[in-house]
């Protein structure tokens, strides 16, 4: 069966488009190619649900789809390349920037239609692939879609979390093994792999995607993995458990992942801090690579007025929440026509017609950042509440209960001022009790539910403080969307956060003071820590809300130093910049196993086994390998003049990382039975958030 090249079919953005428009949006302007390149892409005819891989190999390859090269051709990908070809092919993809041409294949334990940060920057990343003439596969759940930015995504099915209904365990399927072993990618890219990227790279050890992928001292577990493989950390998992109260598993987390993480040449963060935490925790071969915003779909100029009579900030307060449902035109379009309130010659509000729906980007308002307070304002000034906005995932993790405390803490902190708007973007498992918790204590709250493109847009231009307690983030991709839109951004002093938010140029953040720890405290909303930890986030709240004067310019720079240097292009291609670098290091590390010359003698996490450690794992390995009499004909047994120490540690860290998996199988399956077990208590239950955020 000869290898895939992939067609390139023109389906930039399939049905996740229509939800959220901003996922499709082209962004930058493609770049030129360098002088003398070219690329070439072939439409595909047909959208199929998936690839039949071995009917339809060698047929689908043709050189006009294949990876875009010089004019020449001298470095085009075709299936029957010779050792030498590929070796110039990867010389001149891996040193030079702006070179279309690479395939990679990307395993992803979540993608789309499911929303959040990873799942967005992974369709930025996609999407910047292919402007820039990068070939891709896309290895990971059931999504429904069978293409995305014209780049194929292959399926697999996968048992719902209980805990989390959102998210899935993946298994691998012997498609995926194929598929890399078709398309022979330059480079395989794991996203936060943890359970089904552990399956591929345990399978990638034994040999089962080919031999070329196999380590020195492999096919074993444990043995390592020869190529370019780079991984991407995204999401804080430690915290998470020590946040659910398991602190005894976060040790265990991190040995996991910094055994799985090893297997791959290079790890990219999104953020300094977190870059700081890998360090400290020995990962190695750390990179960063951050986020961007879009400034022409984030910005001042959205705000809407419309919008902000919709939530009724020109009104008192409401004593019951809004719930929105369906599109933000259709409940506007339905309001009574309000006519255009001037005071003191500054416009605060604006008139419309009842009968017109609400205009895809609606007219820029003259007033960019937000207006003076009504603490300020003398008798008989229109009324214009200050609106508290927060974006993001409506679940627990993301510290709802200090924001919802710290908040009801607002009405003594500010007795002269007309109580705050609170609005809350975004679904979740925890919207049903937050809007509970808000009609129960009376606060005036709307639930804007999940939003996208140019809706999402308006309600963080339309919003005046944007209010953050997550301190589990890795980079807050959300607070660079505020910061753009010109929202001040109070905060939490939290990794992500923290390299983000300019103190005092661009919003305020709380920090704990002593010792304590947020996974701790937040745990425990009744306790004294926590009580006094809501009523200092709500003093830098009520701070902002009364200073009109250092509002405004919170807002001005926030909208312009706050998001300097933050673009998506400049971010995917520090990704596709470390797979070049990854690319690089694979091939000093081949020229050093046969012996060759090498340009850089040092290869960063280059590991060297003992004869003996490596002939123990080929023997505990031998029958789930494809590839045991291949291992033998090596030259692995060690000679008998081998005076080398033959220690056994990498078994021995091998058998106690399979332990581990083990036991993470077995935690998660007492878990299921502990929640099938406490969701009969009521509130009372051991989650405990219900019960405690009552108090």
């Known amino acids: 069966m000869e290898p895939l090249s992939l067609p390139v079919a023109r389906t930039t953005s399939m049905e996740i488009s229509e939800r959220d428009p901003v996922m499709a949006q082209p962004g930058a302007p493609i770049r030129p190619l360098p002088q003398g390149c070219h690329g070439k892409t072939m439409d595909h005819p047909t959208v199929e649900t998936e690839f039949d891989f071995g009917r339809r190999a060698g047929a689908l390859w043709s050189p006009q789809s294949s990876s875009s090269s010089c004019a020449d051709g001298s470095h085009s990908w075709h299936p029957h390349m010779s050792p030498r070809e590929r070796e110039e092919r990867e010389a001149w993809l891996s040193q030079g920037c702006g070179r279309a041409g690479l395939r990679i294949v990307i395993v992803t334990e979540n993608f789309l239609p499911k929303v959040d940060g990873v799942t967005r920057t992974l369709a930025r990343l996609l999407e910047h692939l292919e402007r820039e003439g990068h070939h891709c596969m896309l290895l990971g759940p059931g999504t429904g879609m069978s293409h995305y930015a014209s780049h194929p995504l292959v399926g697999t099915a996968g048992v719902p979390l209980i805990l989390y209904p959102g998210l899935k365990l993946n298994f691998l399927r012997p498609k995926f093994l194929r598929v890399i072993r078709d398309f022979q990618p330059d480079v395989i890219h794991f996203v936060d792999p943890i359970w089904l990227g552990a399956q591929v790279l ?328 926590f009580q006094e930890a809501a009523c200092g986030f709500a003093s830098l709240l009520a701070k902002v809300i009364c200073d009109s004067k250092m509002r405004r310019e919170m807002s001005a720079r926030a909208s312009t130093e706050g998001v300097r240097g933050f673009t998506w292009r400049a971010a995917m291609e520090r990704c596709v910049d470390g797979y070049r670098e990854s690319m690089r290091i694979a091939r000093q590390r081949r020229a050093i196993m046969e012996g060759r010359p090498t340009s850089d003698a040092y290869v960063e996490g280059q590991r060297v086994s003992s004869p003996t450690a490596s002939r123990i794992r080929r023997v505990l390995s031998a029958p789930l390998s494809h590839g045991a009499s291949w291992s033998l004909q090596q030259g692995s047994v060690p000679s008998e003049l081998d005076i080398r120490p033959k220690p056994v540690t990498h078994v021995v860290e091998s058998v106690w990382h399979l332990k581990s998996l083990l036991k993470i199988v077995v935690i998660l399956s007492v878990l299921w039975v502990m929640y099938e077990h406490h969701t009969k208590l009521g509130p009372d239950g051991v989650l405990g958030k219900r019960a405690r955020i009552w108090s």
């Open 202 to 529: 345990m399978a990638m050890e034994l040999g089962w995607a080919g031999e070329e992928w196999v380590g020195e001292d492999g096919p074993a577990l444990g043995a390592g993995i020869t190529g370019a493989v780079v991984s991407s950390y995204h999401t804080n998992l430690a915290t998470y458990a020590k946040l659910f109260g398991w602190s005894w598993l976060e040790p265990i987390l991190w040995r996991f992942q910094r055994w799985l993480y090893s297997k791959t040449l290079l790890t990219l963060c999104p953020s300094p801090s977190t870059l700081q935490i890998l360090q400290d925790q020995s990962f190695h071969g750390v990179r960063l690579w951050p986020r961007g915003v879009d400034v022409s779909q984030y910005s001042p100029k959205r705000r809407s007025d419309m919008l902000r009579s919709f939530w009724g900030v020109f009104e008192p307060p409401r004593a019951t929440p809004q719930v929105v449902h369906g599109p933000v035109a259709q409940f506007i379009d339905t309001m009574p026509q309000v006519g255009k309130i001037e005071h003191d010659g500054c416009q605060v509000g604006r008139g419309w017609d009842s009968k017109s729906a609400l205009p895809p980007t609606p007219p820029e308002s003259p007033v960019m950042a937000p207006v003076d307070s009504a603490c300020s304002a003398g008798v008989g000034a229109p009324l214009d509440r200050i609106v508290i906005l927060y974006v993001g995932r409506m679940s627990w993790e993301k510290n709802l209960n200090l924001l919802l405390i710290a908040y009801g803490h607002l009405s003594t902190l500010i007795p002269d001022c007309p109580s705050p708007k609170l609005v809350f973007v975004g679904d979740g498992p925890a919207r049903t009790e937050v809007e509970a918790f808000c009609a129960e204590r009376k606060y005036d709250a709307a639930f804007m539910g999940h939003r996208g493109g140019e809706e999402l847009a308006m309600c963080y231009a339309s919003g005046d403080i944007f209010a953050f307690p997550s301190f589990t983030e890795t980079f807050g991709q959300v607070v660079l969307e505020a910061l753009a839109s010109g929202l001040p951004v109070v905060g939490l002093d939290a990794d992500g956060t923290r390299d983000l938010v300019n103190v005092g140029a661009t919003g305020l953040l709380y920090r704990l003071p002593g010792g304590n720890s947020w996974s701790r405290i937040s745990r425990q909303s009744e306790s004294v820590e």
